[in-house]
């Protein structure tokens, strides 16, 4: 029998310690052709998404599949997203929470274009929100445990 991977329960665990404690989750994903999202918010081949549940409806976060609606620019779109390519879970507020080994594109698939390439977006609004910044006084990855 092949291991189960821990990722997709890590993933839940920090999303569900995020809405308990009142923070906001972002999800930062690795954009290649399996993954369904407004491809004019993607920036340097990744997305960063919120997914608290004011962000997002008919939240789904299977094993092999992160899946919801969200609006985007006002527009509301089907985001899908596979748990393979998601390089970090984090509570925007703070920081805190935990990175992955990042993804390896199979051998002839490449990124998006770049060129159609603008910022990371905040679901819940209506517009794109700047790149979400860590806190100051250590970062991000000061925070964030890296999973093999």
Not at 45 to 51: E, F, M, P, T
Not at 57 to 70: D, K, T, Y
């Amino acid at each position: 029998m092949s291991e189960v991977s821990t990722k997709p329960y890590l993933i839940r665990a920090i999303h569900e310690w995020c809405v308990d404690q009142g923070l906001t989750p972002y999800l930062a994903v690795a954009v290649d052709r399996r993954t369904l999202v407004p491809r004019n918010f993607v920036q340097d081949g990744q997305i960063v998404l919120n997914i608290s549940p004011d962000a997002t409806q008919s939240l789904v976060m299977g094993n092999e599949m992160i899946a919801f609606q969200a609006r985007f620019g006002g527009v509301a779109q089907n985001i899908s997203v596979p748990v393979d390519n998601v390089s970090a879970i984090y509570a925007r507020e703070n920081g805190h929470g935990m990175a992955f080994e990042p993804v390896s594109l199979a051998d002839g698939e490449s990124s998006i274009d770049e060129d159609a390439a603008e910022a990371p977006v905040d679901v819940a609004g209506t517009s794109p929100e700047p790149s979400p910044e860590p806190p100051k006084g250590g970062g991000l990855r000061a925070h964030l445990k890296l999973v093999k």
